[in-house]
């Protein structure tokens, strides 16, 4: 379904994302995981097509279903966007306009995508954001962005992401944001979402501990470069990579040594 080929992006002719190559089937969660500034995200930006203003590929292939992304004009970006490909972030929320309720962005975010009235596009959001487990649809939809939590937003972002049931989803720290019982909720929501739709999904985080629960495959990045990966069990249970013992070793776990003073 994806494939990207020796990827290198760079910001200002800097290269952050350096040699990157994967590769994904449909409905396969692959995790990407790594300290702060290692490229992660970076690298679903250029997934996306959307990386900022200072972002260029210089060099490698994005191959999604044998077509390739970097050839891609902007309408064609625009139909696939939403449709083939959607996208959340750490703080759905944060990525709204704050002086708008969320039914208008909802329903104009419906309408860029289809011939669609007001009144039926509101609904279908409505509905949406209760498959998604949010109580009175109709209420969250009348709701500003702050009016919402943490977990209700996410909620929301990944309602709109998941409207057109999208081959591939990336998602970019969903759960960094949210308390640790709100986490556990929205994980076990993207795990449906794969066995409901059959969505792929890219998953970045720092949370090796997540990644572990949620992925097929995980891949281990520092410093802009790959430094190991594998199917999970690999990773986990067999890596002799030491950055990736180091990830591992971070992980809070029950019953741990005591220290003697």
């Given amino acids: 379904m994806l494939k990207i080929d020796h990827l290198t992006v760079s910001y200002k002719n800097i290269p952050t994302v ?47 279903n044998g077509k390739s992304l970097l050839s891609y004009t902007e309408r064609q970006w625009r139909a696939l966007r939403g449709r083939e490909i959607s996208m959340i972030f750490q703080d759905s929320g944060a990525m709204m306009n ?6 208008n962005v909802f329903v104009e975010y419906l309408r ?26 109709d209420h969250v939809m009348r709701s500003y962005p702050f009016q919402l939590s943490g977990g209700m937003r ?26 640790v019982t709100t986490q556990a909720q929205i994980v076990r929501q993207m795990m449906e979402l794969r066995a409901e739709y059959h969505t792929g999904i890219i998953l970045v985080t720092h949370n090796i501990g997540v ?19 594998g199917d999970r069990e690999q990773i986990l249970h067999a890596s002799r990579n030491p950055y990736t013992r180091k990830l591992i070793a971070s992980v809070p776990s029950m019953g741990g040594e005591w220290l003697e003073q």
Avoid: C
């Fill in 18 to 64: 350096i040699d990157f190559s994967m590769e994904m089937m449909p409905g396969q969660i692959l995790a990407l995981v790594g300290e702060s500034g290692s490229g992660k995200t970076t690298v679903i930006r250029a997934v996306m097509g959307l990386l900022p203003g200072a972002g260029k590929v210089t060099g490698g292939k994005i191959v999604f």
């Fill in 211 to 229: 990644a572990a629960y949620m992925a097929d495959h995980i891949v281990v990045m520092r410093n802009g470069r790959i430094e190991d990966q």
């Fill in 154 to 179: 996410q909620r929301v972002g990944i309602a709109m992401g998941m409207t057109y049931q999208p081959k591939l989803l990336l998602a970019d720290e969903p759960t960094s944001a949210l308390d």
């Fill in 98 to 103: 704050p002086t708008r309720r969320v039914g």
């Fill in 112 to 137: 860029t995508h289809e011939k669609i009235s007001k009144k039926d596009a509101w609904k279908k959001g409505s509905t949406m954001l209760e498959r998604m487990r949010l109580p009175d649809g």
